[in-house]
T-cell receptor
Framework: SQELEQSPQSLIVQEGKNLTINCTSSKTLYGLYWYKQKYGEGLIFLMM?????EEKSHEKITAKLDEKKQQSSLHITASQPSHAGIYLCGAASGGGADGLTFGKGTHLIIQP | DAGVIQSPRHEVTEMGQEVTLRCKPISGHNSLFWYRQTMMRGLELLIY????????DSGMPEDRFSAKMPNASFSTLKIQPSEPRDSAVYFC?????????FGSGTQLSVL
């Protein structure tokens, strides 16, 4: 089965600083999803990457998928308190709609 | 659209009691998923349905867990009897493809 390793497990960043979260897969990724979870709430979809080398941005968040399609990174520029939460990467197993396997998440805390 | 609706938001029960969690997926979505989230194990897929039919329940931890989807707009996850180690946040998600839409979850505490 596919396993996703996220790093770091937790991150404390001063407001205004940049940060990067990584997600590494044990197998080739067919689709890589980034979700954000606020404490006590459900997961909110951020971005989906499918092609090797693909990069997508939304506001101050940029996600990339490497050429080999086994690693993805999520980069936040000029972090704000609203960015605080848990970031999870999820992977599709091979093209079917049979659910996503998730990493354990990265807990992000923004210090004012 | 109201999104995926789960109830209750919080459930506190005593060991041995039956617990039923409910989920209403987004209208038009044909897949429904039940996940469990704990600090130790993260987010685990328990079972998923496609067109109301259970496709893969290999993630269901024990026979004490059962899930049903009697129609396209409703699903339940039942734990009977409940145990303290079942304490977790249970999420329901629905989809029309690979992208999942999650409910707000049910925080379950078994004392």
């Amino acid at each position: 089965s596919q396993e996703l390793e996220q790093s770091p497990q937790s991150l404390i960043v001063q407001e205004g600083k940049n940060l990067t979260i990584n997600c590494t897969s044990s197998k080739t990724l067919y689709g890589l999803y980034w979700y954000k979870q606020k404490y006590g709430e459900g997961l909110i979809f951020l971005m989906m990457l499918q092609k090797g080398g693909e990069e997508k941005s939304h506001e101050k968040i940029t996600a990339k998928l490497d050429e080999k399609k086994q690693q993805s990174s999520l980069h936040i520029t000029a972090s704000q308190p609203s960015h605080a939460g848990i970031y999870l990467c999820g992977a599709a197993s091979g093209g079917g709609a049979d659910g996503l396997t998730f990493g354990k998440g990265t807990h992000l805390i923004i210090q004012p | 659209d109201a999104g995926v609706i789960q109830s209750p938001r919080h459930e506190v029960t005593e060991m041995g009691q039956e617990v039923t969690l409910r989920c209403k997926p987004i209208s038009g979505h044909n897949s429904l998923f039940w996940y469990r989230q704990t600090m130790m194990r993260g987010l685990e897929l328990l079972i998923y349905f496609n067109n109301n039919v259970p496709i893969d329940d290999s993630g269901m931890p024990e026979d004490r867990f059962s899930a049903k989807m009697p129609n396209a707009s409703f699903s339940t996850l039942k734990i009977q009897p409940s145990e303290p180690r079942d304490s977790a946040v249970y999420f329901c998600a629905s989809s029309r493809g690979e992208k999942l839409f999650f409910g707000s979850g049910t925080q379950l505490s078994v004392l």
